[in-house]
């Protein structure tokens, strides 16, 4: 019978996957002694650093796949992404334009910046990207424009308002160093009150359902149920509208 592996095991390198390396070659690489790697090996070292396990990542040339794989046999959390991926994946483009004659669908990335909409979101919504250097961020737009009050009631605003901070707080938390978020979190501090206000509740969220009432532009108010998907391998988010029963008609 087949025993999963142990955190032990798969730090084990009985066959290495960079061919033609030796075992001496494979410690320089990774910058480790020949000693350590042979323990690593065996299963006899201490549990690797952080340091070390990225070490040993470049010099396997491990996938992203592998890599978080071998952090968390190591007991650590795979590292963060140094920034979202600025394209939608093809498949996902072309499932969002499968679903345009029924479902709005937009697409952020882990900035709060609209990476993507397909044409039913655009009929939904309208032009929510405006210009300047955060027209296409959720968060800037809906604290210093009147984009989204055209299609949200005060409620709405409310709510979006909230979750727009309180997202905002979990970017920065991903994504520390960011100089695109920590000059648009300087902005909205300067720009708008009711950023600060909302800021100031100090709140985290993870909104991930949710209820909207949104105002078609020929249609009048509708209702809809909304979803978040997350791509992790480039931290794009997409949300799906879908019409509750009572207005399918």
């Not at 961020?137 to 009631?153: C, Q």
């Amino acid at each position: 019978m087949m025993t999963p592996p142990t955190r032990a095991d798969g730090l084990r390198g009985s066959h290495r996957r960079v061919p033609g390396l030796r075992r001496q070659e494979l410690a320089e690489v990774a910058s480790i002694s020949v000693e350590y790697y042979t323990r690593l090996e065996q299963g006899r070292a201490p549990r690797p650093s952080r340091d070390i396990l990225a070490a040993l990542a470049r010099a396997f040339e491990l996938t992203v796949a592998e890599r978080d794989h071998l952090y968390r046999l190591a007991g650590e959390l795979p590292p963060e992404p140094a920034e979202p991926s600025g394209a939608v994946r093809p498949g996902l483009l072309r499932l969002m334009a499968h679903l345009d004659s029924a479902v709005p669908v937009t697409v952020h990335d882990g900035r709060l910046d609209v990476v993507s909409t397909n044409a039913a979101a655009t009929e939904l919504l309208g032009a929510v990207i405006g210009s300047g250097d955060y027209g296409r961020n959720i968060v800037h737009r809906a604290f210093t424009s009147e984009v989204f009050a055209k299609f949200l009631d005060d409620e709405g605003m409310e709510q979006l308002w909230r979750v727009a901070a309180a997202e905002l707080r979990a970017a920065l938390s991903r994504y520390p160093d960011d100089p695109y978020l920590r000059g648009l979190f300087e902005d909205l501090l300067a720009r708008s009150a009711a950023f600060r206000e909302r800021w100031e509740r100090g709140e985290v969220g993870a909104w991930r359902s949710a209820f909207k009432r949104i105002h078609h532009p020929t249609r009048g108010w509708l209702d809809f149920d909304t979803e978040m998907l997350h791509d992790p391998e480039r931290d794009h988010w997409f949300m799906l509208y879908t019409l509750r029963p009572q207005e399918s008609s």
